[in-house]
């Protein structure tokens, strides 16, 4: 997917092409001046310059029409944050991600069956926070560039007895291009070797600087291994969604976000949503990108078959003829025919963008923010 050079880019951030170069080779991404960028690539330019992108994207503006209703203020309720993890390599979100999971499983749960539906929920002082375990990265990355903007708060994981890395930077920088409030967990101070000032430290570098030192970043001190801090990193995202004022109306037809699919031996196509809108009911017709479906049976990260689910809340659903992608918008109709109708016209859309039609992304304007 072409979109704009780097010589181009650099131009439009009124910027030398060297030093573009230099700082895209930092945030980990190859390039010489006449290459094409990509749009991940943009979107970290532009979150590290602070500059806001604006995208025109003709085929995909189609294929993800919202069918969007405005909701009046009354019927709005508050609905639980939705968490993705991310960090460098080694520094700990898989550990972090199963700690906060078993942290979660009360008594009366032990012996249910965890299912691996792409997230899960845990409940702490009656409030619920659902996590996002599908990469960190992947789920910015692919999905962010597909429009579908589905993480209210990112953890970003740094390694006390590491520091500041690549990848670290660069999810500050996706983070910061979505608009998404961070809060830094320094993980691994169990560790003789771990140095969490140091690591503080290094970050101001990137405009994340504590609170303590007057700034507004929230940072954690855990052991994500040796469960240390986590009741305190738990609390402190309650806090933070707080401060959002997280709110969705329960009381319409669902919509949300593909967060994984697959083809599964036994069950036929599954897919695995975010339920951001409304509630989504067993036999409710809906369309997954391009393909449509009823809800045949619906279960949780428990692996608990559910009648409904609202907004927040991670399911995996069946009864779909085909398998969708990660980040493909999901939406419910009234019935199967409008759900059909809509599926076919994406195909068709999709099918001429494919035979090259329209299919070059435009970037429109670059313009500075600062
Ligand atoms: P990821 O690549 O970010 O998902 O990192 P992992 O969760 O796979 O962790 C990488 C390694 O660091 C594993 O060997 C973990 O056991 C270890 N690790 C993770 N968290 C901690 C921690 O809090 N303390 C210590 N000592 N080791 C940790
Ligand atoms: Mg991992």
Redesign the pocket.
Known sequence: RGTMTVGEMAKSLHKDASEVIKKLLFLGVMATINQELDLDAIQLLAGDYNVEVELKIPVAEDRFETFEEIDDEADLIERPPVVTIM??????????LDAIRKTSVTEGEAGGITQHIGAYQVETHNKKITFLDTPGHEAFTSMRSRGAQVTDITII?VAADDGVMPQTIEAIAHAKAAKVPIIVAV?????PDADPEKIKQALTEYELVPEEWGGDTIFCN?????RIGLDNLLDTILLVAEVQELKANPNKRARGTVIEAELDKGKGPVVRVLIQHGTLRVGDSFVAGVNFGRVRAMVNDKGKRLKEAGPSTPVEITGLTEVPQAGDPFICFEDERKARIIAEKRSVTLRQSEMGANVRVTLDDLYKHI
């Open positions: 960090g460098h390599v080694d520094h700990g979100k898989t550990t972090l994981v993980n691994k101070i169990d560790k855990i052991s994500a291994k040796q």
